[in-house]
Each structure stands twice: as C-alpha cells, then as structure tokens.
C-alpha cells in the first residue's frame, strides 16, 4: 500500500510538477521532472548517486530506522537532495541524529506527519539545521494545540535556523511575498476545490487544504493559526517601518 | 559540501615531564617509521571510501617532540607523498609541552605545521611538573621557550586546563597572565576531567560547578572587555560570538553533534579510539588496531564500542532533558569523555551541564549585542 501522501510535487520555482515515482517506475523514465520514492537500502543506494536527466530528489520513506543507510548517505557528497519522511516523529524522533552528518555532504530536509508528539522531532530537526515540511493533515483539538506551540518554536526559538514549513511561507505571503497557496507550499498535490471556502478570509492561501480529504472538517482552529502567523507578520512589518 | 576527517595521532606514550594530573599511561613506546605507510595507506582508504578529500592530523603525545625533527621530516614526507598519489590531503597540526623545543624545530613547523602549534599551561600552574624543579621549574623552561618560540615568529596557541587554584586566582589574574605576562593573542580554556585510573590529585579538579561557571562567565566578561576587539581570540568564546551572530562557527569537539564521525586517535602502538583521552585511558573502549585489523573504515562500521559513541547523542533526547534545551544545537549533550570520567558511563548527560549553559547564555547576549551595534552602524 502506498503511504506516501502526495503522489506529485511542485519546486516553488519551478511551474512544472515534479512526478513521484516509485524506484520501479522511475527506470528509464523521461516525461520531466521526477523525484524517486525510495523505501529500501538496495533502492536507496541504487538512486543515491544516480545523475539523470530530470531526477530532482529522492524522497525516503521507511529508513530512518536503518543506520547503514545513513552511513552511506554521509559518504563522498552529492548534490541530489534527500526528504527524509518520518510517519511516526513521536517514535522516531531520535533517530534523526543519523541525518547529523548526511547534511554535511548533500542536502537533505525532513517531512513530518503533524502527529501527536510531532514537537519532539521539530524541535530536534531544528537544532541540527534540518529544513522541515510539516504535513498537518486535518488537526483534531490536541492536534492544533501541539501546531500552535509548533508555530511558537518555529518563529522565536533561537535553535530555528533552517524553515519551518509551511509556517515560514505563510509568513511570508503575509508580508506580501507570495510563495502560491498550502499545495504549493507544501509541494502536495491539490485536492479538489470546496465551495464553504469561498468565503473565508484565507481562501487564496489554503486553497481548500484543510478541507481534505474531509469536506466536512470545521476550520476554526487551523483560520486561528493563520490569523496568528498575519499577527506575526504585521508585527515584523511594523517593526522594520519603526528601525 | 564536506566532512572535516581528524586524526589524534600519537605517535608516543613517552613524555619528558611529570604533570601530576596527566591521565595518560606513560611508556617508551613510538610509532616506527617502517609502520607509518601502513597506517597512512589505512587512512587513506577510509577517505576514500568516505569521499573524504581531506584529513586533519593532530600530532601529540605523550610528548611529541620526543621523537625528535628528523622523525616527522620523514613521516610528513610518507604521508603526504601517499596522500597526493590519491589526489588526497593531510593537513598537519602540532601539539606539544614546548619543554624539548629548540630553534632547529622551526624550519620543520613552518613546512610541515605551517608555522604554528598549539601547547599548554594552566595558571596558576600546580600540577604540570619537571621531574627535577617541580612546577616552578616547569613554568621557567616552558616560559623560556615560549619566548624562544614567539621570537621564531611561530603562531602559537595555549591550552589552559582549569583548577582550583585558577578559581582561587579569579578571572582578571587568569586572562592577564595569559595576554600581558606572556604576550599571547590566542589560548583556550578547558574544563577539566579526571582520565584514567583514581587518583589522589582527581579532587582538585572536582570543581564545585557554580563557582567554575562563575569563573568562566567573568572570564568571556574580562576578554569581552580587554580583548575581543584587540584581535585576541580566546576559545571557546570566540566561537561561540561567531556562532551567536549567526556566522560559521567551529565549535570545540566537545560540541559536536556526534563526534564518533569526525575524528578518531591512533597511539604510537596502532590502537585505535575516539580520542586521545581514550586510547590513553579506556582500554575496554578501543575500536580495533590499524596494524591488526585490515580495514579501518570496517573496523569502525563494525566495531561494538563504537557503537555506544554513535548512538549516545541519540539516546541522550531521549532520555535525558537535552531535547528541551534552547543550547540543544550546540551543545548536543557534551562530552562523553567527561561523562564517562565522571559517571561511568557515556550514555549520559555532560556533567558540566549548567556550566555550559551559563557559557552559552552570556555568548548569546554578548552575540546579539554584536548585532544590534552592527545594525545601528549601518
């Protein structure tokens, strides 16, 4: 079964989507832009180091558990970055220390699952200057309270040096940066449209995004969070008018 | 993008002094030349395999100026010959007591060390000793070939180790000795850490924790003040400034996120550890030995000591409260040689924990102040 949630990815600058293949599929492929999904040692060190014509990334799912992996990513150094995805960052937060040396070599980032205990692994992929894709999926009320503190950390902890995402984005479409809207932010594929949204102050950022795959999913947790980052925005703004 | 490969090599256990607080097992062992392709040919082959263009080498002892300057003109010329076959590096850094320093070492330290090394001395200095004329004897010699040395026109940084009788003297007293009495623009302070088997001297450097960060926070306040600007660098403040201004910052190996992949020692018999405190002390955590085991870079994938070394930082956020600390990212948990010193095991939290802390605290407010002068100025 596949995991993954996303099936194709978007560079923020680039207008084509990039497809996400699985390793099988990506042999011989020469339709653009891919990134190879690898959930394997043979399959990671098969694409590793691999210079083809349109490959962007790999993205690791399944791994990070797997020391001799990582041991080889740190090797000789390489300029295919690597999304580390971590589906349980509660369980497997630690285990992100592996990355510490791999990200002196080639570039590398982590995806994380806004799952209960999420903070643990945000908090130590920020102090190893790891970027972050956080994927909230539809929050419950817990859920929502652990992103707020998310959002806290990621704006005024001094261990944040790399992006946070999608916070940093938000931000800085609040400041009138325009970085496209959620999907494009966080490189998902965008579900379908939802009428409700029409109305709501943050439409032309969320795009529907927390109205998938429920519809029926009540945004007012999530709109406050917005309307926290647009606070946070104003007030960078305010102070660089005041300097 | 690189890795930073280092190498503690000592190619001696022997030493010319008797510093009562050394941790090292002495013996009238060294590395003979006839072995040194063997152990460069090993190095070697972990570069290569690590993709590693680079290897630092930290010559030191026991003392290494035993082995006198003809010994290192060869062994320079057998690695860096192999290393340029390859199309590798070695780049070469000398630490020694000064003590057997003598001008016909300064052709050899500006060729092969780029003409700087790195030495020691504590203030007051109680512990590192002559075996004839004690410790006054030892700061007499030691400040004579300093001067020696400087008027060489060597680039020569200090360690000092901290002791009671540092703590006694204050900070103003230690930072002048160091800056006025003896001229120098670079030295480093070193919390120190009872190595090897007990010892009756382990007590004076069981500082008590507050007074030590007392001490440390009024020294980074006198260097701030007399120095920083001067062009003195004093570690590990200076980095740490850098590193609070948002700058590149090379941390001491104490504050590495995992030191296991960065750097290894070898003494003079092949053995191979973390570092020199461990190949000199911890027998029952050596990895392997270069002229036993055929393979270094499998030996140090395989071996079970290592392990516990690759896997502490992680079992640190795990179990200890690092993960809830603002200095997680530079501080990754500490030192396991102090740990282990002091408690046992490794798989443990740096004992100078809150003496650390009081460190990044005031780097941290003397960083940003840094930068809103900076901005200001703009």
Same mark, same amino acid.
């Given at each position: *079964?596949?995991?993954?949630?996303?099936?194709?990815?978007?560079?923020?600058?680039?207008?084509?989507?990039?497809?996400?293949?699985?390793?099988?599929?990506?042999?011989?492929?020469?339709?653009?832009?891919?990134?190879?999904?690898?959930?394997?040692?043979?399959?990671?060190?098969?694409?590793?180091?691999?210079?083809?014509?349109?490959? %962007?990334?790999?993205?690791? %799912?399944?791994?990070?558990?797997? +020391?001799?992996?990582?041991?080889?990513?740190?090797?000789?150094?390489?300029?295919?970055?690597? &999304?580390?995805?971590?589906?349980?960052?509660?369980?497997?937060?630690?285990?992100?220390?592996?990355?510490? &040396?791999?990200?002196?070599?080639?570039?590398?980032?982590?995806?994380? *699952?806004?799952?209960?205990?999420?903070?643990?692994?945000?908090?130590?992929?920020?102090?190893?200057?790891?970027?972050?894709?956080?994927?909230?999926?539809?929050?419950?009320?817990?859920?929502?309270?652990?992103?707020?503190?998310?959002?806290?950390?990621?704006?005024?902890?001094?261990?944040?040096? /790399?992006?946070?995402?999608?916070?940093?984005?938000?931000?800085?479409?609040?400041?009138?940066?325009?970085?496209?809207?959620?999907?494009?932010?966080?490189?998902?594929?965008?579900?379908?449209?939802?009428?409700?949204?029409?109305?709501?102050?943050?439409?032309?950022?969320?795009?529907?995004?927390?109205?998938?795959?429920?519809?029926?999913?009540?945004?007012?947790?999530?709109? !406050?969070?917005?309307?926290?980052?647009?606070?946070?925005?104003?007030?960078?703004?305010?102070?660089?008018?005041?300097? | 993008?690189?890795?930073?490969?280092?190498?503690?090599?000592?190619?001696?256990? #022997?030493?010319?002094?008797?510093?009562?607080?050394?941790?090292?097992?002495?013996?009238?062992?060294?590395?003979?030349? +006839?072995?040194?392709?063997?152990?460069?040919?090993?190095?070697?082959?972990?570069?290569?395999?690590?993709?590693? %263009? #680079?290897?630092?080498?930290?010559?030191?002892?026991?003392?290494?100026?035993?082995?006198?300057?003809?010994?290192?003109?060869?062994?320079?010329?057998?690695? &860096?010959?192999?290393?340029?076959?390859?199309?590798?590096?070695?780049?070469?850094?000398?630490?020694?007591?000064?003590?057997?320093?003598?001008?016909?070492?300064?052709?050899?330290?500006?060729?092969?060390?780029?003409?700087?090394?790195?030495?020691?001395?504590?203030?007051?200095?109680?512990?590192?000793?002559?075996?004839?004329?004690?410790?006054?004897?030892?700061?007499?010699?030691?400040?004579?070939?300093?001067?020696?040395?400087? #008027?060489?026109?060597?680039?020569?940084?200090?360690?000092?180790?901290?002791? !009671?009788?540092? $703590?006694?003297?204050?900070?103003?007293?230690?930072?002048?000795?160091?800056?006025?009495?003896?001229?120098?623009?670079?030295?480093?302070?070193?919390?120190?850490?009872?190595?090897?088997?007990?010892? /009756?001297?382990?007590?004076?450097?069981? $500082?008590?924790?507050?007074?030590?960060?007392?001490?440390?926070?009024?020294?980074?306040?006198?260097?701030?003040?007399?120095?920083?600007?001067?062009?003195?660098?004093?570690?590990?403040?200076? #980095?740490?400034?850098?590193?609070?201004?948002?700058?590149?910052?090379?941390?001491?190996?104490?504050?590495?996120?995992?030191?296991?992949?960065?750097?290894?020692?070898?003494?003079?018999?092949?053995?191979?550890?973390?570092?020199?405190?461990?190949?000199?002390?911890?027998?029952?955590?050596?990895?392997?030995?270069?002229?036993?085991?055929?393979?270094?870079?499998?030996?140090?994938?395989?071996?079970?000591?290592?392990?516990?070394?690759?896997?502490?930082?992680?079992?640190?956020?795990?179990?200890?409260?690092?993960?809830?600390?603002?200095?997680?990212?530079?501080?990754?948990?500490?030192?396991?040689?102090?740990?282990?010193?002091?408690?046992?095991?490794?798989?443990?939290?740096?004992?100078?924990?809150?003496?650390?802390?009081?460190?990044?605290?005031?780097?941290?407010?003397?960083?940003?102040?840094?930068?809103?002068?900076?901005?200001?100025?703009?």
């Amino acid at each position: *079964m596949d995991q993954s949630p996303w099936r194709r990815r978007r560079r923020l600058d680039q207008p084509a989507l990039s497809s996400l293949l699985t390793a099988e599929e990506a042999q011989g492929y020469s339709q653009g832009p891919f990134v190879v999904l690898v959930r394997t040692r043979p399959e990671f060190e098969r694409w590793l180091d691999a210079e083809i014509a349109g490959l %962007e990334g790999l993205q690791v %799912e399944d791994l990070l558990g797997d +020391p001799e992996v990582w041991a080889r990513a740190a090797q000789g150094s390489g300029r295919l970055p690597l &999304d580390v995805v971590v589906a349980e960052p509660a369980r497997d937060f630690s285990a992100l220390y592996r990355l510490a &040396d791999v990200r002196l070599v080639r570039p590398v980032g982590v995806t994380l *699952m806004a799952r209960p205990g999420f903070l643990k692994a945000l908090r130590l992929a920020a102090s190893l200057q790891l970027p972050v894709r956080l994927l909230p999926g539809q929050p419950d009320a817990e859920g929502l309270a652990e992103l707020e503190q998310a959002l806290q950390f990621a704006m005024h902890d001094t261990r944040v040096e /790399a992006p946070v995402e999608f916070f940093h984005s938000l931000l800085a479409s609040f400041r009138g940066f325009d970085q496209g809207t959620l999907w494009d932010i966080l490189q998902v594929d965008p579900g379908p449209p939802q009428e409700e949204c029409a109305s709501c102050r943050y439409q032309s950022l969320c795009a529907g995004f927390f109205k998938n795959p429920d519809p029926t999913y009540n945004c007012d947790g999530v709109r !406050q969070i917005f309307s926290n980052i647009e606070s946070m925005a104003e007030e960078i703004s305010r102070d660089l008018a005041a300097s | 993008m690189s890795r930073v490969f280092s190498v503690i090599l000592l190619p001696t256990a #022997e030493c010319n002094v008797a510093c009562t607080y050394c941790f090292e097992h002495k013996e009238k062992h060294r590395l003979s030349l +006839p072995l040194v392709p063997q152990l460069t040919a090993q190095l070697l082959d972990h570069l290569e395999h690590e993709g590693i %263009e #680079e290897c630092e080498i930290y010559w030191q002892g026991g003392e290494v100026m035993i082995m006198g300057p003809a010994w290192f003109v060869e062994a320079g010329q057998i690695m &860096d010959t192999a290393a340029a076959a390859r199309g590798l590096r070695f780049r070469h850094y000398l630490q020694t007591n000064l003590i057997s320093y003598t001008p016909v070492w300064n052709e050899l330290i500006f060729s092969m060390f780029n003409g700087s090394l790195g030495t020691s001395m504590d203030f007051p200095n109680q512990h590192r000793k002559l075996f004839k004329g004690g410790s006054d004897g030892y700061t007499n010699v030691w400040t004579q070939r300093l001067r020696e040395a400087q #008027e060489a026109g060597l680039q020569i940084g200090v360690i000092a180790v901290l002791h !009671q009788g540092s $703590l006694d003297a204050g900070p103003a007293a230690f930072y002048d000795y160091f800056t006025e009495e003896l001229g120098l623009t670079s030295f480093q302070v070193n919390t120190p850490f009872p190595g090897g088997p007990a010892k /009756a001297v382990e007590a004076e450097f069981n $500082l008590d924790k507050p007074a030590l960060a007392q001490f440390l926070v009024g020294l980074f306040d006198r260097w701030m003040e007399r120095g920083y600007e001067r062009g003195v660098r004093l570690g590990p403040f200076d #980095e740490l400034i850098e590193h609070f201004q948002g700058k590149p910052a090379r941390l001491p190996c104490i504050w590495k996120e995992n030191c296991s992949n960065q750097f290894i020692s070898i003494d003079s018999k092949g053995t191979v550890a973390q570092c020199d405190c461990w190949v000199t002390s911890y027998p029952e955590t050596y990895f392997g030995n270069v002229f036993r085991d055929p393979n270094l870079t499998e030996m140090l994938r395989t071996s079970p000591a290592r392990r516990e070394f690759v896997e502490r930082p992680k079992h640190l956020v795990e179990h200890e409260d690092c993960l809830e600390c603002r200095y997680l990212s530079i501080c990754h948990g500490g030192c396991p040689v102090r740990t282990y010193s002091a408690l046992g095991t490794m798989l443990a939290k740096d004992p100078y924990c809150e003496v650390y802390k009081a460190i990044f605290g005031r780097a941290q407010a003397y960083g940003q102040g840094l930068l809103q002068r900076a901005r200001a100025a703009r």
